[in-house]
T-cell receptor
């Protein structure tokens, strides 16, 4: 199977600072990656779609200026949580489909191991 | 809002028993996928069933899909303690205007299998 990594696996920061989370596809290229956040014992909520070579597409209710996404290459997407506050504390997970995502079918996603963000 | 809803929210069984989890969704889909998540970890893809399929098997897993009822079920047969995890259904919507590949997850079922 395909491998997706995330870095860091956990981070603790002070309120008001910015935190960058990296998502890498290790053995395949991903023109699209997805970012989710997950609160304890809850579901994954899709935040945004990261597109290589173009702007990210954000889900309704997600602040694009708060959660900056940069898809720097075919194997790397970064999520920067700007001016983090305690309510931003969450588990952030990225995923990438392997292969072309066709108009008729969504491919299975390969997920990173997640990043636990704690904002003090 | 979440596209899918699983039930039960929690399921506790003994090893060797079968576990059945259900998922309902709201809008038309291209496919429905089931994922497993161990506590504090990423998700692992289990099985994908397309909208024109009714049943699919993979090892001890059996998935059904009823598009008329907008529901799916995941059956794990002969469960093992190692099956203990959260199980999520995720839908890939049929909306042609949406970004391809986006998945919308249900709330999940926490399965505990006792040895």
């Amino acid at each position: 199977g395909a491998v997706v990594s995330q870095h860091p696996s956990w981070v603790i920061c002070k309120s008001g600072t910015s935190v960058k989370i990296e998502c890498r596809s290790l053995d395949f290229q991903a023109t699209t990656m997805f970012w989710y956040r997950q609160f304890p014992k809850q579901s994954l909520m899709l935040m945004a779609t990261s597109n290589e070579g173009s702007k990210a597409t954000y889900e309704q209710g997600v602040e694009k200026d708060k959660f900056l996404i940069n898809h720097a290459s075919l194997t790397l997407s970064t999520l920067t949580v700007t001016s983090a506050h305690p309510e931003d504390s969450s588990f952030y997970i990225c995923s990438a489909p392997k292969g072309k995502t066709s108009g008729r079918d969504g491919n299975e996603q390969f997920f990173g191991p997640g990043t636990r963000l704690t904002v003090l | 809002s979440q596209q899918g809803e699983e039930d039960p929210q929690a399921l506790s069984i003994q090893e060797g028993e079968n576990a059945t989890m259900n998922c309902s969704y709201k809008t038309s889909i291209n496919n429905l996928q089931w994922y497993r998540q161990n506590s504090g970890r990423g998700l692992v893809h289990l099985i994908l069933i397309r909208s024109n399929e009714r049943e699919k098997h993979s090892g001890r897993l059996r998935v059904t899909l009823d598009t008329s009822k907008k529901s799916s079920s995941l059956l794990i047969t002969a469960s093992r303690a190692a099956d203990t995890a959260s199980y999520f259904c995720a839908t890939a919507l049929a909306d042609r205007g949406s970004t391809l590949g986006r998945l919308y997850f249900g709330r999940g079922t926490q399965l505990t299998v006792w040895p």
